[in-house]
């Protein structure tokens, strides 16, 4: 069976690790990168993983950008196969969880074992073609022929990413303090019994795998308390993961190894990872909270396979930017043939020797440069600074410093875009629109052309990744628990040696706003915006200091200030312009210590359909109507139904309690329009608070 998904939907909903729930069946999508056999009949030894199953040769869905694949350090990005690819490439997915229940009866059975036998598929059609799973429409029933086996609703998942099938075997027979019967090939069964669905009411029994004799019987009560069911500091055999050898799998990279089941079948099995640093028993009763926490976080913990904290994806949205519109430290195309050759010579070459590097540098430099503006001498010169730069220097760019390419690009009145670049910008100066407060636009640019690329960095489990920057640090540059943090972050890459990652682009438009930064300035330093700022700073740094992150050097009073603005006007050009709210997006321009006077806001559409290029949102952006989507959008956010409750907050509200005022009713926005998932966000910052009406910018 095969299932249509949007191309979003490939970095977002249904992304490498995600699970996918469809009529009859739950698969888990795969990685792009393993390959796909058998695609228009190539032997097993074709390389098509890196280009998601699209032909190596000349694949459609390379996606190039040298500025962001620097920054990711990759060669390029690639799109998700689509249904009229020449080399029917798909997206691979994987039957997930393995354990299937009989509705009728309720006996679990192991899909792996049930796969072994063709004659359980209710489609048998083009089985061959089929190499990663049989993810067909599903099995009959061995018991009940005409009864469908369903997917059980419990899975475990852990804080590392590791994702596996609850273990029902070992828990009723740890429970019921039967450990010789564990793996024996016992009968299981889930039945519900009384009037309700709670877990008290499900209960599940071992019978005999030769007599059926009912062995025991224990309810589902207590599944979802990690402790309980996973934790034991007395006995061993009770102790999960003393029983999985410290070992968790990560499906996503598919069935790479072999096992034999309790009947003596050999069937393929998701490879099992090492957890580090876990030991018997992982914490005793005396030790602190702290050291619990860090513990129990590598144990799983019972999950239902459709939770929201189960799957949180990595995307990281970036501006294609021409060429001509920002200057690098150095030529990209040729850094990125410096970092392809250099890891491919790193375990014959000590590190930073240049004139090792140089002589192999030479015999391929006909090959690797076909095609490029470079001479040898020229290339050679680039090589040279590429290796007196420094570690911190030579590595992939920071979040801030992409965002200031970007921004320096929208201001540059001497773009010229080449026919292969989407973008094509005009520039209006700030005088010729007239809001309440004189000069605060200083220029406007209008994006009649503007792409943006959606790379999917990877997914965490159990909590999101809260701090963007951290997909950017050099894990050889990181310690204690700012890497526990960047370990927590699940590469969809199989291989380490893939130098690509998965990625959409959207064309559409955009508004770009540059703000006066000196109006800026005098606003917040006055003395009750540092005082309201503070409440929404100190929550903010608590809250990293629990990960053992650094205080946050871009978060400001104006950052707060442009990030209520950048929602509100979203809210108001979704009615003015036709585009519905989700349809737009935002990336906000705040400066730190090094860069301050970056200030501003881009709002475009963000839509892989047609309705991303209708000119719309850019004739809103226009003197005409610019100022009266200013003058609208201020009014309605001067007031909110949840009025007063909302705007005079002051002890922070919301995820991490980074909000004040603003709410559902007045700021927020969908979630795949906001750029920092609705955090940093107070009304009163525009247009002052009941207790202080002159706080806000424009209530002057």
């Known amino acids: 069976m095969e299932q249509e998904i949007r191309t979003s939907q490939t970095i977002h909903t249904y992304g490498p690790g995600a699970i996918a729930d469809f009529p009859e069946l739950s698969v888990l999508i795969l990685s792009h990168d393993i390959p796909q056999k058998g695609v228009m009949g190539r032997d097993e030894h074709y390389n098509n993983a890196v280009y998601w199953g699209e032909n190596f040769e000349s694949p459609a869905n390379r996606i190039d950008d040298d500025r962001l694949a620097i920054a990711f350090s990759v060669e390029c990005f690639v799109s998700a196969p689509t249904t009229d690819s020449i080399n029917k490439a798909k997206i691979q997915s994987i039957r997930f969880p393995s354990i299937l229940q009989c509705p009728a009866t309720g006996q679990l059975f192991d899909a792996r074992e049930l796969e072994q036998n063709e004659d359980n598929y209710l489609d048998r059609r083009n089985r061959a073609g089929k190499n990663v799973d049989e993810t067909f429409t599903g099995f009959d029933s061995p018991n009940f022929s005409k009864r469908k086996l369903i997917p059980v609703r419990f899975i475990i998942a852990s804080e590392g990413g590791h994702l596996d099938d609850f273990p029902f075997d070992w828990y009723i027979h740890t429970r019921l303090k039967l450990y010789d019967e564990i793996g024996k090939g016992n009968k299981l069964y889930l039945k519900s019994s009384g009037n309700s669905a709670t877990l008290k009411n499900i209960k599940l029994e071992t019978r005999h795998r030769d007599t059926n004799e009912i062995l025991g019987s224990v309810t ?324 990293r200091t629990s990960f053992g992150l650094e205080a946050d050097e871009v978060l400001t009073a104006r950052y707060i200030l442009l990030h209520t603005l950048s929602h509100i006007l ?92 603003a709410c559902h009713s007045c700021c927020l926005l969908p979630e795949t329009s906001c750029c920092n998932m609705n955090k940093f966000l107070d009304r009163g910052m525009l247009i002052g608070t009941l207790s202080n009406p002159k706080i806000g910018l424009f209530s002057q």
């Open 220 to 543: 589902l009560e207590k599944i979802f308390d990690q402790e309980n069911t996973f934790v034991d500091l007395k006995e061993p055999f009770g102790d999960y993961m003393q029983y999985v050898k410290n070992k968790l799998p990560k499906p996503w990279y598919g069935r790479n190894s072999t096992i034999t089941t309790s009947s003596g079948k050999r069937i393929k099995d998701y490879k099992r990872y090492q957890i580090k640093n876990l030991i018997y028993p992982p914490y005793s009763l005396e030790d602190s909270d702290e050291v619990k926490k860090v513990q129990l976080a590598k144990y799983p913990r019972t999950l239902l396979r459709g939770a929201g904290n189960l799957y949180f994806p990595i995307v990281y949205k970036g501006i294609s930017l021409p060429k001509d519109g920002y200057s690098p430290n150095l030529p990209e195309d040729i850094v990125l043939k410096i970092i392809r050759i250099k890891e491919k010579l790193d375990d014959i070459l000590e590190p930073n020797d240049v004139e090792d590097f140089l002589k192999y540098f030479r015999m391929s430099f006909e090959k690797n440069f076909e095609g490029l503006p470079y001479s040898l001498e020229e290339a050679e010169l680039v090589v040279r600074k590429y290796f007196e730069d420094s570690e911190q220097e030579k590595v992939q760019l920071t979040a801030q410093e992409l965002r200031k390419q970007e921004f320096d690009c929208f201001l540059n009145e001497n773009v010229l875009s080449k026919k292969n670049e989407w973008y094509d910008s005009r520039i209006v100066d700030g005088s010729s629109y007239k809001l309440g407060l004189p000069n605060l636009i200083e220029k406007v640019v209008l994006l009649d052309k503007i792409k943006e690329l959606k790379i999917f960095r990877g997914f965490t489990r159990i909590k999101p990744l809260m701090f963007e920057d951290l997909i950017f640090d050099n894990p050889e540059n990181v310690t204690g628990r700012r890497r526990a943090e960047l370990d927590r972050i699940q590469d969809p890459r199989s291989e380490s040696t893939t130098n690509t990652l998965p990625c959409t682009e959207v064309r559409g438009e955009g508004i770009f706003i540059k703000f006066n930064d000196s109006i800026l300035n005098e606003w917040e330093n006055k003395p009750e915006v540092k005082e309201r700022f503070r409440v929404i700073e100190r929550n903010n740094n608590e809250y």
């Open 570 to 661: 979203i809210n108001e050009l979704s009615i003015e312009c036709g585009y519905g709210s989700s349809s737009l997006s935002e990336i906000i321009y705040s400066g730190n210590l090094e860069e301050p006077n970056m200030n501003g806001i881009l709002i475009y559409t963000s839509t892989s359909d047609s309705e991303g290029t209708l000119g719309g949102l850019v004739e809103k952006g226009e003197p005409t109507f610019l100022s009266n989507v200013f003058e609208k959008a201020l009014g309605k956010a001067s007031w909110c139904s949840s009025d007063p409750l909302c705007l005079d907050n002051s002890s922070g509200k919301g995820f991490m309690g980074v909000n004040l005022g």
